[in-house]
C-alpha cells in the first residue's frame, strides 16, 4: 500500500521542506512510498540544488515579493504558479533499483498514461542527450530531458530528483497557465518562445481537480499498487518545521 497526500497550499520553503521531511521517513521506512500533490500560496521560484542565484532576477523578485527557495533536487528553476506540483518519495528498490534514468522512466510512465486518458497526445523524450534549447537558460521549461513530456513540441512537465543510496525524491512541476510576460523578468529572457505550454492551452476546458484524479489512478495502474489517503504524520510535520528554517535563510538559498 503506498500513500497518497493532497497538501493544499503552502508558501515554498514549507513545500519544499515537507517533501525532504517526507523523503526521510520513506528511505528508512518509516512511511511508505509517498506521492503528494500540493499547490503555493504565492508565485514562487524555486532554483536546482547546483544552479547560481545569479541565474535568477532576484531584485524583481524582492520588489513583487516572489520568494525564491533553493530545491535540494538538481535541475533548473521553475516559477511556480498556477499549477499541478508533485513530489515523489521512494526507496531505491524493487520497481526501483534500477539507475537515475530508469527511474525517471517509470515514473514518466505513469504521466504519461494520465496525460492520454485526459485527452492528450503527450511525446515521452527518452534520449538522454536532448536538448532543445541552449543549456544556458536558467528556465527548466525551456528544454526537455530524459524523461519528459512534450505535446506539441511544448514542454508540459518539468521534473527533478534527488537521490540516495536508499531513496530517492523526485519533484516536479506541471503548469495549468503560465505568465510569460513574469516568466522573462524573472529569468532576464528575452523571449521565452514557444518551447512550454500550459494544460489550459490544450485543454481549453480542463478540470484541474479532475486530472489530478487521472493522475493518481495512473500512478495505480503503472505501479500495480494501492492508495491509502492520508496526510503527514506529526513526526514528519514536525521534522518540517525544523527544515523549513533551512529553507528560509538566506545561507542555503544564496549558497551558490
Not at 104 to 119: C, D, E, Q
Not at 212 to 230: A, G, K
Request: aromatic share 12%; glycine share 6%.
Amino acid at each position: 500500500m503506498w500513500r497518497f497526500i493532497d497538501a493544499g497550499q503552502g508558501s515554498a520553503a514549507y513545500n519544499m521542506a515537507v517533501d525532504e521531511a517526507v523523503s526521510v521517513f520513506v528511505k528508512k521506512e518509516a512511511a511508505p512510498p509517498t506521492l503528494r500533490f500540493y499547490s503555493w500560496a504565492a508565485p514562487s521560484v524555486t532554483i536546482g540544488y547546483f544552479q547560481k542565484i545569479t541565474e535568477i532576477n532576484v531584485d524583481y523578485c524582492r520588489l513583487n515579493d516572489i520568494p525564491v527557495v533553493r530545491r535540494i533536487t538538481g535541475g533548473r528553476a521553475i516559477l511556480h504558479a498556477d499549477e499541478m506540483t508533485y513530489s515523489f518519495s521512494v526507496r531505491t528498490k524493487g520497481q526501483f533499483c534500477g539507475g537515475l534514468l530508469d527511474s525517471y522512466r517509470r515514473i514518466s510512465a505513469a504521466f504519461y498514461g494520465a496525460f492520454i486518458k485526459a485527452g492528450m497526445s503527450p511525446e515521452l523524450t527518452l534520449n538522454s542527450s536532448s536538448r532543445r534549447l541552449s543549456s544556458k537558460s536558467p528556465l527548466c521549461f525551456q528544454s526537455a530531458s530524459y524523461g519528459e513530456l512534450s505535446i506539441q513540441k511544448m514542454k508540459v512537465i518539468g521534473s527533478a530528483q534527488k537521490r540516495w543510496i536508499d531513496g530517492l525524491l523526485q519533484q516536479g512541476s506541471i503548469p495549468f497557465s503560465i505568465d510569460r510576460h513574469k516568466i522573462s523578468r524573472v529569468f532576464g529572457l528575452k523571449d521565452t518562445g514557444r518551447t512550454m505550454a500550459g494544460l489550459t492551452e490544450i485543454v481549453p476546458n480542463l478540470d484541474a481537480a479532475q486530472f489530478r484524479n487521472v493522475v493518481r489512478l495512473s500512478f495505480e495502474e503503472t505501479f500495480n499498487i494501492q492508495w491509502s489517503m492520508s496526510s503527514l504524520s506529526l513526526e514528519e510535520l514536525s521534522l518540517a518545521r525544523e527544515l523549513e528554517e533551512k529553507y528560509l535563510s538566506r545561507q542555503w538559498n544564496f549558497r551558490r
